[in-house]
């Protein structure tokens, strides 16, 4: 009989603890403050399976002809804020990719390829900024995709902000033909006609 209450003693523990662990955390998770909640959401809105998020590269992949970037926004915040945040994070990057790094993809296949002294990227930066802006954001010409992740944090609702945006390598190869002729660009003219055979533009 002692046994036998032992065995259902023994059985009710092993059974409650687990229970009263898990309730125990649920509960420290939703009084604590600085415990980020995803929820699920998808750049198209709808369930996909397994979740594809939009930060993962296998995600998307560009159509030829352009380049992929995303943005991040660096807090969570207002779903304005996030995406101001995220937008400035994608200028930032295409300016960047238009220095000396990115023309090594531009000159790709030439007798350039690999020549990263031929640009002063603080040049492109100083025309591309507003470039960028203008063309990306303002104008919003090229496709741009936004991303709106919801959190929270304690009790508060916040916003993480990602967007695409794939931005024609032509473009790039524009403003980099306007940098050469600005001075940016060292033997500007082999520059230019190697750009312009390779993408098509004219004068």
Known sequence: MQRR?????AWY???TLPILFAGLLLSCRRSGRGVLRP????????ALSPPCWLSEPECVSPPKGFHRFIGHSKTCTSKEAATNQAREDVTNQIVAYQ??????????????????????SSRVRELG??????????GN?????????????????CFRAH???????????????????????????EVV?????????EE
């Open 141 to 157: 010409v090229y496709p741009e995709e936004r991303f709106l992740e919801p959190l929270q944090i304690g009790e508060e609702r």
């Open 13 to 15: 523990v092993r059974l």
């Open 99 to 120: 220095g000396a790094a990115g023309l090594v993809d531009l000159l790709r296949e030439t007798p350039l390829s690999g020549r990263t002294d031929l640009i002063d």
């Open 129 to 138: 900024v507003r470039w960028v802006l203008d063309d990306l954001i303002e």
């Open 39 to 46: 929820v699920a959401a998808t750049l198209s809105g709808e």
């Open 193 to 201: 006609a190697l750009l312009r055979a390779k993408y098509g533009i």
């Open 163 to 189: 967007i695409l945006v794939h931005y024609p390598e032509r473009a790039l190869a524009t403003l980099l033909i306007h940098v050469a002729r600005e001075g940016g660009v060292e033997r500007a003219d």
């Open 5 to 9: 209450c032992r065995f259902r003693s």
